[in-house]
Nanobody, 115 residues
Framework: QVQVVESGGGLVQAGGSLRLSCAAS????????MGWYRQAPGKQRELVAT???????NYADSVKGRFTISRDNAKNTVFLQMNSLKPEDTAVYYC?????????WGQGTQVTVSS
């Protein structure tokens, strides 16, 4: 069994900050990529940021310069520091972990940015 659990979502005013955390546990080995996606109401799920075990990162253009992804490989944990939040960042944020032959998703955490 593998568990992917997110935390840290909530309600924040525009311009504020939030830090999301995600921990993968259970029978999971050799994680390569860890990352975050989001889905706003009525929209498709989209990539926010990802990071590989080698330290490479990738960001959506809409969050570059505002969001920072980091990870703790020893603890199978990934973080998303979100600064200068905008109302359009409102969405359910999903954590994903993947390796050779597998991808797991968390249940999601709601982020709401008020104007």
């Amino acid at each position: 069994q593998v568990q992917v659990v997110e935390s840290g979502g909530g309600l924040v005013q525009a311009g504020g900050s939030l830090r999301l955390s995600c921990a993968a546990s259970g029978s999971i080995f050799s994680i390569d990529a860890m990352g975050w996606y989001r889905q706003a109401p009525g929209k498709q799920r989209e990539l926010v940021a990802t990071t590989t075990s080698g330290g490479m990162t990738n960001y959506a253009d809409s969050v570059k310069g505002r969001f920072t992804i980091s990870r703790d490989n020893a603890k199978n944990t990934v973080f998303l520091q979100m600064n200068s939040l905008k109302p359009e960042d409102t969405a359910v944020y999903y954590c994903t972990v993947s390796g050779r032959g597998y991808r797991y998703w968390g249940q999601g955490t709601q982020v709401t940015v008020s104007s």
